[in-house]
């Protein structure tokens, strides 16, 4: 008995040592293959959705207090701004009037380059019965408005919530000191691990991402996922906050084929509404129940590039420009605010 027993041990230890080797050789060869990949540089992304070598170093990431403050990096772009008790970029009274509205969004919500007295909110309150809080700062992307709204929107009490949505709120918050910082990324699903846990090792290890885009299976666009889970967030918490999410996209301000054609059918279709980005917005605000307005009606005969603030400004509108924004979304505006606000205009 004792020598069947030592037997009976002896092949437990060999069995341990074994499994100890094998593990110890995976997680070397884990590490070496880690090492081989970064040392081939980053796998390269699926699809650039824009470069900009001046966002390096822009610390945008949204941060809440107890006092109910909310601040961002950069505010104002490096500029001298007047923040309310909020933390926001709303250095004036405002106007008395019997509803409230915010005003989701990034730099183009916040009126980079502006004057308080040109920046949207302010055109939007001289033409519906409308106090406008402009919950934007420079740099948010989607999942920042949400949880923006998430921290102030019980306190700001919105009748009425409007994302002012341009193309790189579709970027991505985890890419972080790299040159190119809005991407639309993929993830390859393996049958044996689940989504979440895939896009943690997607983030962290550069040999699954290059094991990843060499095996075959169904894409998963990561981008799209977390910018689809910040529109419904929007929408859910306008709905616990007793009003409604609306979204309006601002297009890039580039010139087109057919830009001089008038709004309408028939009318050529910009090659930006087909990009991954504006259909992300497009489907998303399908898929949480926002009613949508495509602004480029409202540069409908005019050459964009004079709506820009600079030459070369493709992204943030001068003051004409952020004032043809505010008359072609009144209207639109209007009819889905609630009764009380049209029938008492302040």
């Not at 991402?209 to 967030?233: C, P, T």
Request: aromatic residues 6%.
């Amino acid at each position: 008995a004792g020598a069947g027993a030592s037997f009976y041990d002896a092949a437990v230890r060999r069995i341990a040592f074994s499994l100890v080797a094998v593990l110890g050789g995976v997680a070397a060869a884990l590490l070496l293959g880690e090492g081989l990949a970064r040392g081939l540089g980053e796998p390269p992304l699926a699809a650039v959705v824009r470069s900009s070598a001046a966002a390096k170093g822009v610390d945008s990431v949204l941060m809440a207090v107890d006092d109910g403050r909310l601040y961002a990096g950069r505010p104002g772009g490096g500029e001298d701004e007047a923040l309310d008790r909020w933390g926001l970029r709303d250095p004036e009274p405002g106007v008395r009037a019997p509803c409230r509205l915010v005003l989701l969004g990034d730099s183009v919500a916040w009126g980079h380059g502006l004057r308080p007295a040109q920046i949207l909110g302010r055109r939007l309150e001289q033409r519906l019965p409308v106090r406008v809080h402009t919950l934007a700062a420079p740099g948010w992307n989607t999942a920042q408005e949400a949880a923006a709204l998430q921290t102030l929107g019980a306190e700001l009490q919105p009748d009425l919530v409007l994302v002012l949505w341009v193309p790189n709120d579709a970027a991505s918050a985890e890419v972080e000191g790299a040159d190119t910082v809005y991407v639309q990324r993929r993830v390859r699903l393996l049958p044996v691990l689940g989504v979440d846990a895939q896009i943690a090792l997607w983030r962290r290890s550069w040999l699954f991402r290059r094991v990843g885009d060499a095996l075959s299976g169904e894409e998963l666009l990561l981008e799209a996922r977390e910018h689809a889970q910040a529109l419904e967030s929007i929408a859910a918490t306008s709905r616990d906050l007793g009003t409604r999410a609306l979204l309006a996209q601002v297009p890039p301000l580039v010139p087109y084929p057919g830009w001089q054609t008038p709004w309408g059918p028939g009318r050529p279709t910009p090659a930006y509404v087909r990009e991954a980005p504006w259909q992300a917005a497009v489907q998303g605000a399908e898929a949480a129940g926002m009613p949508r307005f495509d602004l480029t009606a409202a540069n409908a005969g005019t050459d964009p590039t004079t709506l820009r603030l600079t030459s070369s400004d493709r992204v943030h509108p001068s003051a004409a420009g952020v004032e043809r924004f505010a008359e072609a979304l009144a209207p639109w505006l209007a009819p889905e605010l609630p009764a009380r606000c049209r029938s008492n205009p302040g």
